[in-house]
């Protein structure tokens, strides 16, 4: 390394090629998110970037007028109120959305990755779980931003990401039944091997606790957030003389079918079934009845996602630690729960 370099702390890519025992090239194809090297090349060439604090510097004018969001499905209503958000956010700087459909939901396709480098946006918002490590390598490689919304598991260190208050969102949702009278509360919660799942469903084991209430592990299930989990998870519930008189189910789809399940079981809502659901996406006002469900701020999480991509210090460097946004969740109560009364 030349002496100016070391007092600088900077390094020069020549010096990482050699120490690698690489071309010149080649660094610059990891730096540039390049396919056509080997794994374990650009595993060796990112750990001496990283080793000299190597710090990729985004050209703004080589990137395009654009902000990606990547969802593993755009069926869901709750994805019309992040891709909202997106525009809102882009709008402001004068930006395309560019909406890409891929992977599970816990990560995206590989596949999806040469398009997004090719396409060089200013940033791109993720939703998903977290972000497997080779494309957050790749995307920092290539500086372009990224943020994970609503994270289903536990976010690297690393990675920024924007969520919500599950657990109090889940407090809240049961509180408000067993204020209500409610002792046989069920929850359909969202797909076990997500935190937002879990953290719902710990919220209402909070709230069964706080009202003296023994959560029974029969009216706990694990459904996937649309209508027809809710739909059968429902059936299964009230079906028999021991039901539970109010149902608290982890997304506004899923109380979509919990409703139908009590019109078929022949139950009114709320006079002997109380709902309420998760989300609170614009038809849960126009549900029959309207919807009591707890808000969650989809929109805005993802206008804060877009401006921490379009920040001037929007996070590049691997091994720094990245912010973390967790917006608040409220109720709103409408008509679909009631006060229980004994018979």
């Given at each position: ?29 990891v730096l540039n998110g390049r396919s056509d090297v080997s ?88 939703v998903f779980s977290t972000l497997p490590g080779d494309i ?208």
């Amino acid at each position: 390394m030349r002496e100016d370099d070391e007092v600088s702390g900077r390094v020069t890519l020549a010096t990482v090629a050699k120490e690698a025992g690489v071309s010149m090239p080649t660094v610059s194809k990891v730096l540039n998110g390049r396919s056509d090297v080997s794994r374990a090349t650009r595993a060796k060439v990112e750990r001496l970037l990283d080793a000299h604090g190597y710090r990729r510097r985004a050209q703004q004018s080589s990137r395009s007028p654009l902000i990606e969001i990547v969802f593993h499905e755009l069926e869901s209503v709750w994805a019309m109120e992040l891709i909202r958000g997106v525009e809102n956010v882009a709008k402001e700087n004068r930006a395309t959305v560019v909406l890409t459909e891929s992977g599970t939901r816990h990560t995206p396709a590989p596949e999806w990755l040469p398009g997004v480098l090719q396409r060089r946006p200013l940033g791109v918002v993720l939703v998903f779980s977290t972000l497997p490590g080779d494309i957050n390598a790749q995307l920092r490689a290539a500086a372009i931003p990224f943020v994970v919304i609503d994270p289903a598991g536990d976010p690297d260190p690393d990675v920024p990401s924007v969520g919500s208050a599950n657990w109090a969102g889940g407090l809240a949702a049961t509180r408000h039944l067993t204020d209500l009278g409610h002792e046989r509360v069920a929850i359909i919660t969202g797909p076990g091997d997500m935190m937002c799942s879990l953290a719902r469903l710990d919220g209402y084991r909070s709230a069964m606790a706080m009202a003296g209430l023994e959560a029974d592990p029969r009216l706990m299930r694990f459904g996937d957030f649309h209508v027809q989990s809710g739909f059968e998870h429902a059936m299964d519930l009230l079906d028999g003389p021991d039901r539970p008189t109010a149902v608290f189910a982890g997304s506004d789809l899923q109380a979509l079918g919990v409703l139908e399940a009590a019109r078929v079981r022949g139950l009114r809502v709320p006079e002997d079934l109380s709902v309420v659901g998760y989300d609170d996406v614009p038809l849960a006002q126009w549900s029959s009845p309207p919807l009591t469900t707890v808000h969650q701020p989809l929109r805005h999480m993802a206008e804060e996602a877009s401006r921490m991509l379009l920040r001037p210090d929007a996070p590049d460097t691997p091994g720094t630690a990245a912010q973390r946004i967790e917006l608040a969740t409220h109720l709103v109560v409408r008509q679909s729960t009631a006060r229980f009364e004994r018979a």
